[in-house]
Nanobody, 126 residues
Framework: QVQLVESGGGLVQAGGSLRLSCAAS????????MGWFRQAPGKEREFVAA????????DYIDSVKGRFTISRDNAKSTVYLQMNSLKPEDTAVYYC???????????????????WGQGTQVTVSS
């Protein structure tokens, strides 16, 4: 297990930017695939983005492609989600999560992840 702590959420106007950070404890962070998910009120948790342990492979839900960028710094045990051109529909609690493995797995499924952060609220006003 790895402990995850998100930060960087807040209130921003439509068109603005935020950068979320997820700091991980432990010495094995570089072994994990990392994902960002979000959950809006009354909706199910949905996949947003994921990054392989090395950072070479990434994946995004269609609605954020070209606006969001996931990255990681294994030396700092931190994964980031840069969010640009934010829209009101991006409003949600954002969670980071860690999983073992990448190839042959479905990194878009929440059930694939074994560790989760507590979440950080992102609110985009119109």
């Amino acid at each position: 297990q790895v402990q995850l702590v998100e930060s960087g959420g807040g209130l921003v106007q439509a068109g603005g930017s935020l950068r979320l950070s997820c700091a991980a404890s432990g010495r094995t962070f570089s072994m994990y695939g990392m994902g960002w998910f979000r959950q809006a009120p009354g909706k199910e948790r949905e996949f947003v983005a994921a990054i392989q342990w090395s950072g070479k492979n990434t994946d995004y839900i269609d609605s954020v492609k070209g606006r969001f960028t996931i990255s990681r710094d294994n030396a700092k045990s931190t994964v980031y989600l840069q969010m640009n051109s934010l829209k009101p529909e991006d409003t949600a609690v954002y969670y980071c999560a860690a999983k073992v493995g990448w190839y042959g797995s479905n990194w878009r499924l929440a059930g694939e992840y074994h560790s989760w952060g507590q979440g950080t609220q992102v609110t985009v006003s119109s």
